[in-house]
């Protein structure tokens, strides 16, 4: 799940195929993120119609994305994310195991979230960014 306001990773999930399960596990540790001033908007993957994701997002007042048929642009900013996560990480490195493989992955996501700069963030990590907005808000 990536936060659009600094591009941060705010919280993932991985599994050898795609239950339910690893969605609402994402769910939970996002929604634990939240205050009540809070009003994120979701874009959905395949779990989009599943009840209980609904049912997940509606008790807490979040509102889905519902872009048209084919309409990707919704998707644009987490497929580009997944570009760079391939090109820095993925394609770079060997992977002993799966279990090698997630301890690396974690690695990734906290120096894309806390050291890797981006031009668009003035210079600043995701991270920096958020912490810095804050402490001048």
Not at 72 to 78: C, L, T
Not at 101 to 114: A, T, V
Not at 116 to 136: D, E, F, N
Request: proline residues 2%; aromatic residues 14%; glycine residues 6%.
């Amino acid at each position: 799940m990536l936060d659009l306001y600094n591009g941060e990773i705010i919280t993932y999930t991985i599994g050898s195929r795609p239950v339910y399960s690893l969605v609402s596990t994402m769910l939970d540790q996002a929604f634990k993120r939240l205050t009540d001033e809070d009003k994120p908007l979701i874009h959905q993957g395949w779990h989009y119609q599943m009840k209980q994701y609904c049912h997940a997002l509606k008790e807490r007042g979040i509102k889905q994305s519902m872009s048209r048929k084919g309409n990707g642009y919704d998707n644009a900013v987490i497929k580009n994310f997944f570009g760079i996560m391939k090109s820095e990480f993925l394609y770079l490195k060997e992977f002993e195991s799966i279990e090698h493989f997630k301890i690396e992955l974690s690695k990734y996501i906290d120096y894309y979230n806390n050291k890797r700069i981006k031009a668009k963030l003035k210079g600043m990590s995701p991270v920096q960014y958020r912490t810095h907005a804050q402490q001048v808000a």
